[in-house]
């Protein structure tokens, strides 16, 4: 468990080279939180199980495809909360891989298919996905928070260097003005920094990733 205590979750993004470009495995979620909208392989992360682990073994229960661990890289950090209804609130752990995966099968979780990363349908995936997934494929790392509205679609608020920059994007301080007991911005700055890089450089972030326990 994060120091946050945010139940954490995992994404992989398998990447590979078509004779039209490159492609990215994404498909329509069929049952859970997120239900029709379009998503990339994951879940949740079992007790004791390393986050790299977890992404592991999800992809191959959802689409049918084995990869070994040292062939994902761990590029994203990305905290989800949703002052309105904080049990959606979460951690994921994103998975960047590139290489030839052969055939994704269908499964009762998600209906895969490859995707052109430059024809990426971020009006049907979640709102964030706009400001991250396109670097993150390239291989651009990204650690940041979003703040989803009331309708439990809309990022309003964000530490991410591009939110505001994208037409349509609600103007908010990233000091959240969340109430109760739902972590804001500000209080998790100090855990994870809202900043991008080629790769996450904590210690603390490497160390739970691997599945190593905090010293």
Not at 194 to 215: I, K, N, V
């Amino acid at each position: 468990m994060n120091s946050l205590g945010l139940p954490e979750v995992c994404v992989v993004y398998l990447v590979r080279d078509a004779e039209s470009g490159p492609e990215v495995l994404l498909g329509r979620k069929l049952t859970g939180l997120g239900k029709g909208k379009v998503v990339a392989p994951g879940g949740k992360l079992e007790q004791g199980e390393s986050p790299r682990a977890a992404a592991a073994r999800e992809l191959f229960e959802e689409v049918g495809i084995e990869l070994e661990l040292d062939l994902m890289e761990s590029l994203g950090v990305l905290t989800y909360l949703f002052p309105t209804k904080p049990e959606w609130n979460q951690l994921s752990w994103a998975f960047r891989a590139h290489g030839d995966f052969g055939a994704a099968r269908a499964s009762a979780e998600i209906d895969a298919g490859w995707v052109s990363i430059f024809e990426l349908p971020t009006e049907d995936m979640w709102d964030d996905a706009k400001y991250w997934l396109p670097a993150f494929l390239g291989g651009l790392g990204v650690v940041a928070t979003f703040e989803f509205g009331p309708d439990l679609s809309t990022v309003v608020a964000s530490d991410h260097r591009d939110f505001g920059t994208i037409a349509g994007d609600v103007s908010r301080s990233t000091s959240s003005t969340s109430s109760g007991d739902t972590p804001s911005l500000r209080d998790q700055a100090d855990v994870f920094p809202g900043t991008t890089g080629p790769r996450l450089e904590s210690s603390a972030l490497q160390e739970r990733l691997e599945g190593h326990p905090r010293s």
